[in-house]
T-cell receptor, first 114, second 110 residues
Framework: GAVVSQHPSWVICKSGTSVKIECRSL??????MFWYRQFPKQSLMLMAT?????????EQGVEKDKFLINHASLTLSTLTVTSAHPEDSSFYIC??????????FGPGTRLLVL | AQSVAQPEDQVNVAEGNPLTVKCTYS??????LFWYVQYPNRGLQFLLK??????LVKGSYGFEAEFNKSQTSFHLKKPSALVSDSALYFC????????FGAGTILRVKS
């Protein structure tokens, strides 16, 4: 299956700072990537669909000015949590998809906002 | 809109025994169904999928799943459980996007 990397794997930051998370598709060029959020002992919630060269599509209830997504190349999508607050603490996971409709997920980024 | 139900929060199995993790779905049109496994503090690993073809799908690590259209189910199975199978399992269905069930914790005891 496809390989997806994320960086950093974990980050601790102070409230009010911005945090950037990178997601790389290592096996192929991904025109579409996805960002999910997972709270402890809960399922994954789709935040947004990242489209290479165009604006991301956000799910209802997700603040696009809070969670900035950039997909500037076919192998890299970034999620920036702006002015992070403790309630933004979560596990963020990205994924890409092959032509066979299967989504492959990165290892996740644990964000803790103090 | 599509949805997935995993009725069991947790499944406990003795090592060597067969295991089943249940999943039912709702989607318009032909279902694309997936199973993923998640280990603590890790992303999701793809196990298997059903798109079309045989109702019994074989996947990674000896897992298989049976697609049942009449019951709208896609239960995950393994003939002989291993302690290392203990993890969180997610069923997912793709309609216009991939939607996950709530997850089922599998605990395999030696």
């Amino acid at each position: 299956g496809a390989v997806v990397s994320q960086h950093p794997s974990w980050v601790i930051c102070k409230s009010g700072t911005s945090v950037k998370i990178e997601c790389r598709s290592l096996d192929f060029q991904a025109t579409t990537m996805f960002w999910y959020r997972q709270f402890p002992k809960q399922s994954l919630m789709l935040m947004a669909t990242s489209n290479e060269g165009s604006k991301a599509t956000y799910e209802q209830g997700v603040e696009k000015d809070k969670f900035l997504i950039n997909h500037a190349s076919l192998t890299l999508s970034t999620l920036t949590v702006t002015s992070a607050h403790p309630e933004d603490s979560s596990f963020y996971i990205c994924s890409d998809t092959d032509r066979g409709e299967t989504q492959y997920f990165g290892p996740g980024t644990r964000l803790l906002v103090l | 809109a599509q949805s997935v139900a995993q009725p069991e929060d947790q499944v406990n199995v003795a090592e060597g025994n067969p295991l089943t993790v249940k999943c039912t779905y709702s989607v318009s049109g032909n279902p694309y169904l997936f199973w993923y496994v998640q280990y603590p503090n890790r992303g999701l690993q793809f196990l298997l999928k059903y798109i079309t073809g045989d109702n019994l799908v074989k996947g990674s690590y000896g897992f298989e799943a049976e697609f049942n259209k009449s019951q709208t189910s896609f239960h995950l199975k393994k003939p002989s459980a291993l302690v290392s199978d203990s993890a969180l399992y997610f069923c997912a269905v793709r309609g216009n996007k991939l939607v996950f069930g709530a997850g089922t914790i599998l605990r395999v005891k030696s």
